[in-house]
Structures are given as C-alpha cells and as structure tokens.
C-alpha cells in the first residue's frame, strides 16, 4: 500500500513538474514577434482597440495588470511615470487586464474604469477577454512588461525595475533604460528580468 501511494505521490510530483516546465516555455522569447496584434480588446473608455491601433513610430509597451494586487499598487506611481515616459518617446502603451477568475469581483469591468479613472490614466485599460493574450504573451503575473520595437520584435520582457517592493530600494529602472536603448538603435542590454507580483487569475 505505501508503496502504491509512493508511485501515486511521484506521478503527482511528475505531473506538476510538466506543468511548469510547459507553462515556463510559453513565455515569449525575446525576438519574438507581437502576438495577438489583431485580436478586439475593451477598453474602459467602451472602446474597442487592437495592439495595431495602440503601436506608435518607435513601438509598443504592453504591460499585463489589475487593480487589486499589492505590487499592482505599490507600483502604481511607478507605473504611470514608465508609461508616461514610454509615451514621450513615441511607444504605444496599453495595460491589460487578464484576471478572468475575477470578473465577479475587484476585477470587473465595472471596477476597472473606476481604478482607471481614479488612477488618471492617459493610455488604454483594456480588459483580456477569457486572458487570452496572457496566454499568448505567457505573461503570469502583474505587473509584467513587454516591449516591442518599432519592427513589432519583442526587445525586453519583466519588471519596471529591480525592487517591486519598494520604490526606495530601485538600483536600476529595467524597463526605462530598455526603453532608452531601444529608441536609441542600441541592442538592449538586459533584455530579461524577473517580474515580482500577483498571479493572473485565469479560469
């Protein structure tokens, strides 16, 4: 018998571990084309847009959110200075909503416009329908950032910086100096980070 629940246990183990090895090798490589780019997307405006709609000159910064997770709102003055900055450079900047396991609660539509207005934000806050773009991108948590160059060719993937917890700690600012590269025409330098925050709540 404890044998039988040994081999059970193990298989269990075998099985979890697939899972996330197949969930890890679904995060977009760097290079990778903008996925989804055509796909109707609601914003809280009422709206419907594309990631072809939002793309500028020099690009596009997608950054998967919400409006309930505690790195989501300790990095609210952070995101907004990024996407402003993105802005200024003539990168296109969309904040997706991909918690479908949510729609009933802090996570709404409804909930949405109300976090988007509150937050004063200049740029879409668009909701990912059934996470559907998540699921392309491979994006698992929030806050995590794509940015895409103006050949739609994904250049940098994770954090806004290196410390999501605090603000007060930040060494270096990933996503701006990405952004300041890329404009640039350099390679960017660190083209992946680690992004630290609430999972997407998928159905």
């Given at each position: 018998m404890k044998r039988s629940i040994m081999i059970f246990a193990g298989l269990g183990l075998s099985l979890l571990f697939g899972f996330c090895m197949s969930r890890s090798a679904d995060n977009l490589p760097i290079g990778s084309s903008l996925p989804k780019s055509t796909v109707t997307l609601k914003d809280i405006s009422g709206k419907n847009i594309t990631l072809d709609d939002i793309k500028k000159n020099n690009g596009l910064l997608v950054m998967f959110s919400c409006n309930t997770c505690p790195y989501v709102i300790k990095n609210q003055?952070?995101?907004?200075?990024?996407c402003g900055y993105a802005l200024k450079n003539d990168i296109g900047v969309i904040l997706l909503n991909s918690n479908e396991g949510d729609r009933d609660g802090g996570n709404s539509f409804a909930e949405m416009q109300s976090y988007g207005k509150g937050q004063n934000y200049g740029w879409p806050y668009a909701?990912?329908?059934?996470?559907?773009?998540?699921?392309?991108?491979?994006?698992?948590?929030?806050?995590?950032c794509y940015l895409f160059d103006k050949n739609n060719k994904l250049v940098y993937h994770g954090a806004i910086d290196?410390?999501?917890?605090?603000?007060?700690?930040v060494k270096r600012h990933h996503l701006q100096v990405a952004i300041d590269e890329m404009v640039q025409g350099k390679d960017v330098s660190v083209k992946e980070t680690r992004s630290v925050g609430c999972t997407i709540k998928r159905t």
């Open positions: 003055a952070r995101t907004k200075e990024i909701l990912d329908k059934n996470s559907e773009l998540a699921n392309a991108f491979g994006a698992s948590r929030t806050p995590e290196d410390s999501p917890g605090s603000e007060e700690s």
